[in-house]
């Protein structure tokens, strides 16, 4: 079967947080498998980084996708509560939510379709605005969140050790310059244990 687009997650995400309570991403990964009957196969398919999983990574976009949309709230790192948007977005019926019905809350159009736009309204220009470069780095920054909180989630951290991840970036185009490269520019992420 293989692991379905992260937008088939959507609803079954919205289902389990209904009940008002608190959930954490690793409950509701399980809840969803079983729900959709995903092979031990399925569920094993790693991303080409290697470091995650699809089903891990697609479940944590859809709820980063629903906090942008505040469907959902993060209450704590890798957990969640419904909003009273998302219980109004429940009632509303829908079979399949998908990022065309996310599309009716401003927050989440101005978190999924940046612009620029000059004083008078109108786009900044033809090609991709100051804000759509860093929207685009605060994805990749995001996703290497995700991936690092899957990674480290329910492991300890002694408090004398650091984990320093380094993301590359050879391709995103500096702010306000589209098509230029930046120069190996590096986002480093320091966590300490508690």
Not at 30 to 41: F, Q, T
Not at 167 to 186: D, I, K, N, W, Y
Request: proline share 6%.
């Amino acid at each position: 079967m293989g692991i379905p687009d992260f937008q088939s997650f959507f609803k079954p995400l919205l289902d389990i947080a209904e009940d008002g309570n608190e959930h954490s991403l690793r409950e509701s990964r399980d809840l969803i498998a079983n729900g959709m009957k995903l092979s031990p196969e399925d569920l094993s398919e790693r991303l080409p980084s290697g470091i995650q999983t699809k089903f891990e990574n697609r479940v944590a976009w859809a709820k980063s996708y629903f906090v942008q949309a505040k469907v959902l709230a993060a209450t704590r790192r890798a957990h969640f509560r419904i909003t009273d948007r998302g219980r109004e977005l429940l009632r509303q019926g829908h079979e399949r939510i998908d990022v065309s019905v996310l599309n009716q809350y401003p927050e989440f159009v101005e978190f999924h379709h940046p612009q620029t736009s000059g004083g008078n309204g109108e786009s900044a220009g033809d090609g991709l605005s100051r804000t759509t470069h860093w929207s685009a780095s605060q994805i990749l920054f995001q996703s290497a969140q995700i991936s690092l909180q899957t990674e480290l989630n329910g492991r300890q951290i002694p408090q004398t050790r650091f984990l320093l991840i380094r993301v590359v970036s050879f391709a995103l185009p500096t702010a306000g310059e589209p098509g230029r490269p930046l120069p190996q520019a590096c986002l480093e992420i320091h966590l300490s244990g508690s």
